[in-house]
């Protein structure tokens, strides 16, 4: 293979470089395997992309293929998340010069546009709530199976993404595709975190239902820069400015004072050590901010000290770490307990850490000094066992050797990844906690996306900057405005209008006015069944089982066995509709009658009692289950 010679040597007015020449070799060689690896990842990020990727086949144009894997894991689907981390890192190469991206960019736009109309078992866009469905088919359309839906930090990461192209636009002729096509998507997203994020959701990983870090550490973010943004164009925001604080006083509540807890109010018992804390940082990152604890900043107390503890988490679980001394870097994944493919690291979760690390090295370099706290001495002592509380400026050695012992440190995680890369470089989801080897769904864009943001970051962290330090560095989102918490928490929510973008391409008719209709049905079940609803339209399955909608029993008691459903339907139209129980042994039984409902108006609320239906099952009761 013919490797590119790095351009990004040390910077030594910095004087980060530790003195000896081997050292210095040896981070020339890194960072000559970073550059050689960051040109495959980026165009494996773009092989996963429609309508032209070399593995995207089917996909429509700007839809990402979270892994072109179609079996054991199927992964051949779009993902709100990991499309919009994926521009991101797109929209910041765009922002480095690479001007060759904006089509693709174009078209991711157009995409979201059009998903964000598409109804879908969380809902509709006229209600919002369909905005919070996690993943979609390739070609545009709703994914009827069980999963954990919602998720609400997909439109938070889009609105990022759209914001973040949006301000390049705005510098670059581009105002009147900004307000006309951008705006009114980012808008649907800002309301629906300014209406939703208080309120539980599935976590980053699809498994725990809650209240989860990344999710309101991104919502906030998006909450501040969509504020800021809407000014800029002239328009405005309400649920942004008065939501934002919100969310970032709750957000103190996921320190315990020891590290970031990943997810509360859930009944799932974990210890809440999670990478999904590292990602929520390195999302969060804004190269002007101070080291700020209540934002959780790359270089702060609390998220160094969450660091330590999250990557110390792994040292005894994984054979592959076995004998690394306590003071590097080693393999590290999603959190311990995990058993998916039998709990393993991930390139994505260990390339975060690097990540982070080269974030708060930007910020220690910006600020020139660095200052260490009892919080996040243990971090500091496990690297520099010299390093003592107090304040170090910029010039003199123990600033050099601290920012130097968090580069090595850094360092050590990107050669992780790096040893256990095939020689081919293509990135998978995980890989093997007993060996190395890559496992799991191969080609996964969002690893592929996280290497090119490592090699951004350590690139940054690493290059003598001058006073206009974008494009190299990203730019701010504003954290500096945005990092008062205030005294006391609010639980809130601002009720938002959601229209079709229709400047950016949504397709005729989609999007319209549904109502939110509540399903109640008294059915008596045994342990182990359940009850679904189906009917005559999409939204319902279509009298398909299997596209059936689940019923939810959080309020079944033995005096009121009663089963609900909100489902957003077209407003002013008929549905025929019935129950279905399935057994515990996957066999359905059918009501014996088939019902008829007529949707009410366009405005018409649950609350006012005129969409609500009131059932009683009617028809062969079940069996109960063996055991
Ligand atoms: C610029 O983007 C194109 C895709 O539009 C990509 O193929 C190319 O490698 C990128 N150039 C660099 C230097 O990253
Ligand atoms: C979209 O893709 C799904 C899954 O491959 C397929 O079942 C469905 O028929 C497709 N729909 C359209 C409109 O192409
Ligand atoms: C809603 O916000 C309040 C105040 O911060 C908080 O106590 C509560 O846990 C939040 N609930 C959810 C589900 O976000
Ligand atoms: C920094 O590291 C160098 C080289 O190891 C050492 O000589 C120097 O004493 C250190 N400075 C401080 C303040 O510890
Ligand atoms: C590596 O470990 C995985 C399980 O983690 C196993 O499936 C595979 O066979 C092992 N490969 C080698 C070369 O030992
Ligand atoms: C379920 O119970 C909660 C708490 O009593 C109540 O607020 C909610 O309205 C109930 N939901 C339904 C669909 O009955
Ligand atoms: C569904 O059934 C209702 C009531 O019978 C009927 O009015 C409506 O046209 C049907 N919808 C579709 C899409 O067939
Ligand atoms: C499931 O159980 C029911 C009742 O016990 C029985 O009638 C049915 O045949 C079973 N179905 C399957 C697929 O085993
Ligand atoms: C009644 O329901 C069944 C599914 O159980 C469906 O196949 C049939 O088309 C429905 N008939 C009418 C008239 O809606
Ligand atoms: C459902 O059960 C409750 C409690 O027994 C009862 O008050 C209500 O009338 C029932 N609803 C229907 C539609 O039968």
């Known amino acids: 293979m013919l490797l590119k010679i790095p351009v990004f040597l040390f910077a030594t007015s910095f004087n980060v470089v530790a003195a000896s020449l081997n050292s210095q070799l040896h981070r020339r060689d890194l960072a000559a395997t970073i550059a050689a690896e960051r040109t495959i990842a980026l165009q494996g990020a773009l092989d996963n992309i429609g309508p032209n990727g070399a593995k995207a086949p089917g996909a429509y144009a700007g839809v990402v293929v979270a892994s072109p894997s179609t079996d054991d894991p199927n992964y051949y689907y779009t993902w709100i998340r990991d499309s919009a981390l ?28 059009i998903i964000q109309t598409v109804s879908n078992p969380s809902g509709s866009l006229s209600s919002g709530r369909g905005l919070g469905e996690p993943k979609f088919y390739v070609n545009e359309t709703r994914f009827n199976g069980p999963w954990g839906r919602p998720q609400r930090d997909g439109p938070a990461l889009r609105a990022i993404t759209l914001i973040a192209y949006t301000r390049w636009l705005l510098k670059n002729d581009g105002t009147a595709e900004a307000k006309a096509d951008i705006w009114p998507v980012i808008r649907n997203d800002l309301n629906y975190v300014a209406q939703f994020w208080n309120q539980t959701g599935f976590d980053l990983w699809e498994e725990v239902s809650g209240s989860s870090f990344f999710t309101l550490a991104v919502q906030h973010r998006a909450l501040v820069e969509g504020a800021a943004i809407a000014k800029q164009m002239g328009f405005s925001c309400a649920g942004c400015d008065s939501q934002s604080p919100n969310i970032l006083c709750f957000l103190q509540s996921f320190w315990n004072g020891k590290h970031i807890v990943a997810n509360i109010n859930t009944a799932v018992q974990r210890t809440g050590i999670d990478s999904n804390t590292i990602l929520g940082s390195i999302a969060t990152f804004d190269p002007d901010a101070y080291c700020m604890d209540a934002t959780f900043q790359p270089c702060s107390h609390r998220a160094l000290a969450n660091l330590k503890v999250y990557v110390d988490s792994f040292r005894d679980i994984y054979d592959i770490n076995a004998g690394i001394p306590a003071s590097s870097a080693v393999a590290t994944g999603r959190y311990a307990e995990d058993i998916y493919f039998n709990g393993n690291p991930w390139y994505l979760c260990t390339l975060a850490v690097a990540e982070q690390l080269y974030g708060a090295i930007q910020q220690w370099l910006a600020r020139h000094n660095l200052f260490i706290t009892e919080v996040d001495l243990a971090f500091w002592q496990s690297i520099y066992p010299q390093a003592k509380i107090g304040q170090y400026n910029s010039g003199t050695s123990s600033f050099d050797n601290l920012t130097s012992a968090a580069m090595r440190f850094a360092d050590g995680f990107v050669e992780i990844v790096d040893k256990y890369v095939p020689v081919s470089g293509s990135l998978s989801e995980q890989y093997s906690r007993e060996n190395g080897t890559a496992l799991s769904a191969h080609d996964l ?15 940054a962290a690493t290059t003598v900057l001058a006073s206009a330090r974008e494009p190299i560095q990203v730019p701010s989102w504003g954290e500096r405005s945005a990092n008062s918490v205030p005294s006391v928490c609010v639980a809130s929510s601002v009720a938002g209008n959601y229209t079709p973008a229709t400047g950016a391409g949504t397709l005729a008719g989609a999007g319209g006015c549904t109502v939110t209709v509540l399903f109640r049905v008294n059915a008596t079940t ?39 459903f909100e489902i957003d339907l077209p407003a002013s139209t008929a549905i025929s509709y019935k129950y279905l129980r399935q057994e515990s042994n996957g066999s359905w039984l059918y009501e014996s009658q088939n019902r008829t409902y007529a949707v009410p108006v366009c405005g018409t609320q649950a609350e006012t009692g005129s969409a609500i239906v009131e059932d009683a099952w009617v028809g062969p009761t079940g069996t109960p289950s063996k055991g």
Not at 91 to 109: A, R
């Open 445 to 459: 864009t969002w690893s592929y996306a996280s290497y090119v943001t490592m090699a951004a970051a350590r690139r």
């Open 526 to 564: 045994y342990y182990g069944e359940n009850i679904y609803l189906t009917g005559n339209t999409t939204d319902l399955g279509n009298w398909s089982p299997a596209e059936a909608v689940p019923g939810n029993a959080a309020n079944y008691t033995s005096e009121r066995p009663l089963w609900y």
């Open 86 to 113: 994926t521009f991101k890192m797109l929209v910041d190469e765009l922002l480095t010069g690479n001007t060759s991206i904006k089509p693709l960019i174009e078209d991711y736009v157009k995409s979201q546009a």
